[in-house]
C-alpha cells in the first residue's frame, strides 16, 4: 500500500449522482473535496449543539482550520467522504477512515435490528459507491 499523500488522488467523478428525496426534491451526492472547506464550515454553523454533542462526544463549538482540512481532504480509497447539497449548500456527510485490520476481518458491517433511521444514510452511499478501478473490494 502507498504512504498516504504520496500520490495526488484522483477525483472519483463516477461515484456522484442526483438522488430523489422523500419531499420529490432532489439533492446531489459526491466526494468530498479540499475546495469545500466553507461548505463544511457553513454545514456545522447550522448544527444544534446536541448534533455537535453526538458527534463528538463533548461540547465543540466549531471546527479548527486543521479539522477543516482533515475533514475534506481524502485520498477515496482509505479515507472516504460523501456530501449532500441542495443548491449551494452541503446538507449531509458520511465518511469513514479505514482502519487497519486482520486479514479475516470482514469489511462489510452488519446492521442490527437495534440500529436507527440515521443509518440509513451510509447505507444509502454504500449502494451508489463504485470501487476505484483496480480495488480490491
Do not use: K
Amino acid at each position: 500500500m502507498e504512504e498516504a499523500g504520496s500520490v495526488e488522488p484522483v477525483y472519483p467523478d463516477h461515484w456522484e449522482a442526483d438522488v430523489v428525496l422523500a419531499d420529490g426534491g432532489t439533492a446531489h451526492l459526491r466526494p468530498v473535496r479540499p475546495q469545500d472547506a466553507e461548505l463544511l464550515r457553513a454545514f456545522y454553523a447550522r448544527l444544534s449543539a446536541e448534533s455537535i454533542y453526538y458527534r463528538f462526544f463533548s461540547p465543540h463549538p466549531q471546527l479548527t482550520e486543521r479539522e477543516i482540512v482533515h475533514f475534506t481532504t481524502t485520498d477515496h480509497i482509505n479515507r472516504v467522504a460523501l456530501i449532500a447539497t441542495i443548491g449551494d449548500q452541503m446538507m449531509a456527510v458520511a465518511r469513514y477512515d479505514r482502519l487497519p485490520e486482520p486479514p479475516d476481518t470482514p469489511r462489510w458491517p452488519s446492521w442490527s435490528r437495534t440500529r436507527t433511521r440515521a443509518a440509513a444514510w451510509p447505507a444509502c452511499c454504500w449502494s451508489i459507491w463504485r470501487l476505484p478501478p483496480g480495488s480490491a473490494g
